[in-house]
């Protein structure tokens, strides 16, 4: 799920918006600079697009809805890897703050033809806060993923911290985020600890009032049960529509 955010006023706090910005840029290239390479690492190229429509917030009810699909593609674009269906329903706590509990369905289509399902279960937390011109946002998730063969469900915790910052003339932002994935539990297809980190930097642009368009480049770096580990080079492209 990717909530597109708005650029939002610079606001007032301890920190100075500049100083927000820094801590958080040191964060992501920290991130970037720790994540494990070796030369048994199995890279690829690939690309992903993602289709959302949610609810606005500020009306007067606080519950939102949301709805996602993304597609994701491996050797390059020649096959389909993984389809993402995600529904959810939020709740907003405070202008900044809002609880979500949604679904996926999420085949995959390995090169052997097979097809395996994963459903997950997941919720939610995400926040956001003006950092002078721009905006850094925190999204907490944690995941139940039952998949097809496995022993038991997968328990999942998912950290992401994303800064965005509008551009002269107000149309295009600049991007960049980080998550990090952990496995609580093992299982059968599962190991507990570092699951996989992705790393995004790109662009937004408003294409009208209601419609934004993001791209950019996503480094995946997978922790694998067994064999190597991979790291995924990824085009992603997210279209999101607000109503």
């Known amino acids: 799920m990717n909530l597109l955010i708005p650029s939002r006023p610079a606001g007032h706090g301890t920190l100075s918006g500049d100083s927000l910005q820094r801590f958080v840029w040191a964060l992501l290239l920290v991130a970037v ?4 390479t070796s030369a048994q690492t199995v890279t690829d190229g690939r690309a992903w697009w ?51 509990i949604g679904y996926g369905y999420t085949p995959s289509f390995p090169a052997s033809g097979d097809v395996l399902t994963e459903n997950r279960l997941w919720q939610q937390l995400s926040w956001t806060r003006p950092a002078g011109a721009a905006t850094w946002a925190l999204r907490s998730r944690l995941e139940q993923r039952a998949l097809e063969g496995n022993d038991g469900a997968a328990v999942r915790a998912r950290q992401q911290v994303r800064l965005t910052r509008p551009l002269p003339g107000g149309r295009v932002s600049a991007i960049v985020w980080d998550e990090v994935f952990v496995h609580l539990n093992s299982t059968r297809r599962t190991a507990s600890g570092l699951d996989q980190n992705r790393v995004f930097g790109g662009v937004g642009v408003a294409l009208t009032p209601i419609a934004r368009l993001e791209v950019g480049y996503m480094n995946q770096y997978i922790n694998s049960l067994s064999g190597p580990a991979r790291s995924h080079h990824i085009v992603s492209g997210v279209l999101g529509v607000t109503f």
Do not use: C, H
């Not at 606080?62 to 389809?83: S, T």
């Open 33 to 36: 600079a720790s994540t494990p």
């Open 50 to 100: 993602n289709v959302t429509a949610q609810e606005k917030a500020g009306t007067p009810s606080p519950w939102r809805w949301y709805f996602e699909v993304q597609g994701r593609m491996r050797d390059g674009v020649g096959a389909l890897d993984q389809l993402l269906i995600r529904p959810a329903v939020g709740y907003d706590l405070t202008p900044r703050a809002s609880l979500w």
